[in-house]
């Protein structure tokens, strides 16, 4: 199966500041996905990473704040901007999709970024 | 759109035992579930998944069962053992089974499953 990785695996900020969090699988991947998980709680779905295209957004979140790129099958960066703590999250990416060899539906997700806003 | 019900969040149970996660949906719409294991500091593992042109599937020590016209959903571990130890979600999604559909997953709220050896 395909390999899913995510920089920094934890960062601690300051507020104000921007971090951009970077995802990558080494397949070329149909779908891309940003997840918010907050501590002890579920996940959120934040936007759908589109290849060549904008970043589809879920209610709630907005490009000014999440800034998504997708430049190519492979890659793609959230960035949180102008923090406050109560971005303090864990940020997953995941992939997903019927090219390859994975199933239709499956979503496979990266290890996650720890992030902490003082 | 989609909300899905997952019971219990705790779960304690001892070695060898089994353990029983229910998962409810509302949308009727929603064809494929997934199952999540996540371990402290990782991200979740997709552990199991059932489409709903089953009603059962099994993969040793883990099975899902599904009974569509009462929309909901279970996970059964059998013989648990202590690195069974985690946290499990339930999902849903509306993917079609051509591939088609918004592969959007919606989960369930989690359930800390303690193995006591």
């Known amino acids: 199966s395909a390999v899913i990785s995510q920089k920094p695996s934890r960062d601690i900020c300051q507020r104000g500041t921007s971090l951009t969090i970077q995802c990558q699988v080494d397949?070329?991947?149909?779908?891309m996905f940003w997840y918010r998980q907050q501590p002890g709680q579920s996940l959120t779905l934040i936007a759908t990473a589109n290849q060549g295209s904008e970043a589809t957004y879920e209610s709630g979140f907005v490009i000014d704040k999440f800034p998504i790129s997708r430049p190519n099958l492979t890659f793609s960066t959230l960035t949180v901007s102008n923090m406050s703590p109560e971005d303090s999250s864990i940020y997953l990416c995941?992939?997903?999709?019927?090219?390859?060899?994975?199933?239709?539906?499956?979503?496979?997700f990266g290890p996650g970024t720890r992030l902490t806003v003082l | 759109g989609e909300n899905v019900e997952q019971h219990p969040s705790t779960l304690s149970v001892q070695e060898g035992d089994s353990a029983v996660i229910k998962c409810t949906y509302s949308?009727?719409?929603?064809?494929?579930f997934p199952w999540y294991k996540q371990e402290l500091g990782k991200g979740p593992q997709l552990i199991i998944d059932?489409?709903?042109?089953?009603g059962e599937k099994k993969d040793q020590r883990i099975a899902v069962t599904l009974n569509k016209t009462a929309k909901h959903f279970s996970l059964h571990i059998t013989e648990t053992q202590p690195e069974d130890s985690a946290v499990y979600f339930c999902a849903a999604c509306e993917g079609g089974l051509s591939g088609a559909g918004s592969y959007q997953l919606t989960f369930g709220k989690g359930t800390k499953l303690s193995v006591i050896p």
């Open positions: 949308d009727s719409a929603s064809n494929y």
């Open positions: 995941s992939f997903g999709g019927t090219s390859g060899p994975f199933s239709y539906n499956e979503q496979f």
């Open positions: 059932i489409r709903s042109n089953v």
């Open positions: 397949s070329q991947v149909t779908m």
